[in-house]
């Protein structure tokens, strides 16, 4: 049985997505064993990050300013807005370098059993951004192409379209295989998939 503060940081560390109690333990190990150097600059970024960063009150991105770069960016097209599940989903997307619109992070997907987490999602801020922003002429629905990201396609392509008829509702193209995670996909497969979009 681990000392009781390295038991906590290792329950710590198995909350991060991905991370298991075998791999939480690695890390700790690893902490341990590098000494108080690195485990001051670990707690010095998390520090600064949770001091510093902040949703941009625009597309919901996480950033140093609200609004983000990327939102005051004026050489971007204001007429296409693309709408991403996280912000590594958007991170990837630029990434490829075709896509030069605007963004709004969802902060997730619809999950089909659990309606109660839709409330978390920035919906009702991407509905008002949408009524109030005249230029845009496209929306680029950017989901993983899954179960959640088809769910959340469907629910969103309504919404849009019973506020704003006439706006251009667009998706990805199927280059992306089904079941597939959009930060892991290569720059070619997710650059194609943005520029041969098909309406939804």
Same mark, same amino acid.
């Given at each position: 049985?681990?000392?009781?503060?390295?038991?906590?940081?290792?329950?710590?560390? /198995?909350?991060?997505?991905?991370?298991?109690?075998?791999?939480?333990?690695?890390?700790?190990?690893?902490?341990?064993?590098?000494?108080?150097?690195?485990?001051?600059?670990?707690? =010095?970024?998390?520090?600064?990050?949770?001091? %510093?960063?902040?949703?941009?009150? /625009?597309?919901?991105?996480?950033?140093?300013? =609200?609004?983000?770069?990327?939102? *005051?960016?004026? *050489?971007?097209?204001?007429?296409?807005?693309?709408?991403?599940?996280?912000?590594?989903?958007?991170?990837?997307?630029?990434?490829?370098?075709?896509?030069?619109?605007?963004?709004?992070?969802?902060?997730?997907?619809?999950?089909?059993?659990?309606?109660?987490?839709?409330?978390?999602?920035?919906?009702?801020?991407?509905? =008002?951004?949408?009524?109030?922003?005249?230029?845009?002429?496209?929306?680029?629905?950017?989901?993983?192409?899954?179960?959640?990201?088809? %769910?959340?396609?469907?629910?969103?392509?309504?919404?849009?379209?019973?506020?704003?008829?006439?706006?251009?509702? *667009?998706?990805?193209?199927?280059?992306?295989?089904?079941? =597939?995670?959009?930060?892991?996909?290569?720059?070619?497969?997710?650059?194609?998939?943005?520029?041969?979009?098909?309406?939804?």
């Amino acid at each position: 049985m681990y000392a009781r503060p390295i038991q906590q940081l290792i329950q710590a560390f /198995s909350k991060l997505p991905g991370v298991g109690p075998r791999t939480a333990e690695r890390f700790v190990a690893h902490l341990l064993k590098s000494g108080k150097k690195d485990v001051a600059e670990l707690s =010095s970024a998390l520090q600064y990050l949770m001091s %510093t960063t902040k949703s941009c009150t /625009s597309c919901w991105d996480f950033s140093d300013r =609200s609004p983000c770069a990327l939102c *005051t960016d004026t *050489t971007r097209d204001q007429t296409l807005l693309c709408i991403v599940a996280e912000p590594h989903d958007l991170q990837a997307l630029e990434h490829t370098g075709t896509y030069r619109g605007y963004y709004h992070v969802l902060r997730g997907t619809i999950d089909p059993i659990d309606e109660e987490q839709m409330r978390g999602l920035k919906i009702k801020e991407l509905l =008002s951004r949408i009524q109030a922003a005249g230029p845009f002429r496209e929306i680029i629905l950017a989901f993983n192409p899954d179960v959640a990201g088809e %769910t959340t396609i469907l629910a969103l392509t309504r919404l849009i379209r019973e506020g704003a008829p006439r706006l251009t509702v *667009t998706r990805l193209a199927r280059g992306l295989p089904m079941g =597939s995670d959009l930060r892991y996909a290569d720059d070619i497969t997710l650059g194609n998939a943005i520029a041969h979009r098909v309406k939804t």
